[in-house]
């Protein structure tokens, strides 16, 4: 049906596609805008690169309307997509809120929108997929640059990031936040969670195309990259690296373990040594890790302990629809369960709060999404024969898994850094995963 609808109007509006200079030109225009939103991403506020993002959109939808042969088409993990948005609409018409839910439900809309942009997109230009890879991997370098600068100069905190109470001088942690706004170490954490998976993929094509000197820069990166995720101080983001580095590890034994058994080898080892040794030599560090493990006696630990079981309350009073998406919702629904001076603005994890602003069904939706895309990734990686659509949609994969593990943990998942990101690397699985 609405597929039909766009013959209907791309037959009336052929001549004008044909004979203007604008239409002609309209991919050119939003390849520019998507790589607006991720340059932006690096220094602007949300408003506006969520603007740049409408205006892909819009874009997209002129192109939809004018150009022939255009269609739009969902399957496989895409149904789970657009299920969970029809029930975040049925969410947001049950809200008691409704007018703070309508503002998270811009967003949602802006996410989800600017994820069909970019499978309408890279359907007709694959080619691109390095390139889009590339550019999220040089913001990222770009972000390791300033937070190494940012660690060298011991700069101050913007606010409380860490219990400090039962830690030594030498034991406190510069925790770097990079450019992305609003400052926050965890913001950073998380980008770099959803992002060095592109550094490995980048890393990983070059040198399957024999460019040894482009691999090993890339390879540079990605460790500088890592360096600075730890200096973050942002321990779901450490969760999230390791749980991204045994996937890594998992699927690149397709390809070295028969022949290089033992270089593969080595490199697990190295990289283990390695970490082990950061650990033991940087007592700030040290004592970061070691106070995941410290459960109530951490005041961060603790202040997530409590809104867990705060947000568990408002799920089960709300279990069928939810409250109504968005943080401004959360947090006014949030003050009626909160515990005295333990305000918040999400659940703290991101399963969670989709239970609770949406309900039930949505978590549903959104977890049968995730199984359907590792399913359908799992496939394609072990019975491919294109080791280019490998590396992509391996990349895609490590992504998601490092994004889902600190989503556990943090609320950053729903900033729009993260958010263009993500739903980058769900686009590029959709599209190699999708192929005829």
């Keep these: 049906m609405f597929n039909n609808i766009l013959k209907f109007t791309q037959d009336k509006t052929k001549y004008l596609y044909e004979n203007s200079l604008f239409l002609s030109h309209i991919d050119k225009l939003i390849f ?22 409408l205006i892909t959109i819009f874009l997209t939808g002129i192109k939809l309307l004018t150009k022939s042969g255009e269609k739009v088409t969902c399957k496989g993990f895409e149904l789970f997509i657009l299920a969970y948005f029809m029930l975040v609409i049925v969410s947001l018409f049950g809200s008691t809120l409704f007018y703070l839910s309508l503002k998270g ?26 390139l889009m890879l590339g550019l999220v991997g040089v913001c990222l370098s770009f972000e390791s640059f300033v937070g190494f600068l940012q660690n ?14 039962s830690l030594n001088p030498e034991e406190v ?39 040894l000197k482009c691999a090993l820069v890339w390879l540079v990166l990605s460790a500088a990259a890592c360096g600075t995720l730890f200096a973050t101080g942002c321990r779901g983001s450490y969760l ?41 030599f940087i007592s700030s560090l040290r004592a970061r890790v070691f106070s995941i493990f410290a459960m109530r006696n951490d005041s961060s630990n603790s202040f997530r302990f409590n809104v867990y079981h ?24 949030y003050g009626l369960y909160m515990r005295t001076g333990f305000d918040a603005l999400s659940a703290y994890n991101i399963f969670l ?70 739903w980058l690397m769900i686009a590029i699985s959709s599209v190699i995963v999708n192929e005829k």
């Excluded at 100069?153 to 400090?164: G, L, P």
Aim: glycine share 8%.
């Design 310 to 333: 705060s947000s568990l309350d408002m799920f089960k009073d709300n279990w069928l629809l939810g409250i109504g998406i968005g943080n401004q919702n959360f947090r006014e629904i």
């Design 173 to 211: 942690m510069t925790r770097v936040y990079g450019t992305l706004k609003p400052y926050n170490p965890n913001l950073l954490g998380g980008y770099f969670v959803v992002g060095i998976p592109a550094l490995f993929g980048m890393c990983a094509l070059n040198l399957y195309e024999k460019r």
């Design 32 to 53: 520019l805008t998507i790589i607006a939103v991720y340059l932006s991403s690096t220094f602007a506020g949300s408003d506006f690169i969520g603007f740049i993002a």
């Design 105 to 130: 439900f811009f967003k949602t809309l802006t996410y989800v929108g600017f994820y069909a942009s970019l499978v309408i997109y890279l359907k007709d230009h694959k080619k691109q997929i390095p």
């Design 353 to 422: 709060e989709t239970a609770v602003e949406s309900g039930i069904f949505a978590l549903i939706a959104f977890v049968g999404f995730l199984i359907c895309l590792f399913v359908q990734g799992v496939k394609c990686i072990l019975k491919s024969t294109d080791v280019k659509n490998i590396i992509f949609v391996s990349t895609a994969i490590v992504s998601v898994v490092g994004v889902c593990i600190h989503g556990m943990v943090d609320t950053v998942f729903f900033r729009p850094q993260i958010q263009f990101v993500f």
């Design 240 to 280: 999230a690296l390791v749980g991204m580095l045994l996937v890594t590890f998992l699927i690149s034994a397709k390809f070295l373990w028969k022949t290089y058994k033992k270089i593969y080898l080595s490199i697990i080892a190295g990289c283990s040594a390695l970490v082990l040794f950061t650990l033991t």
């Design 152 to 165: 060298f100069a011991h700069v101050d905190e913007i606010s409380t990031w860490q219990d400090v109470s």
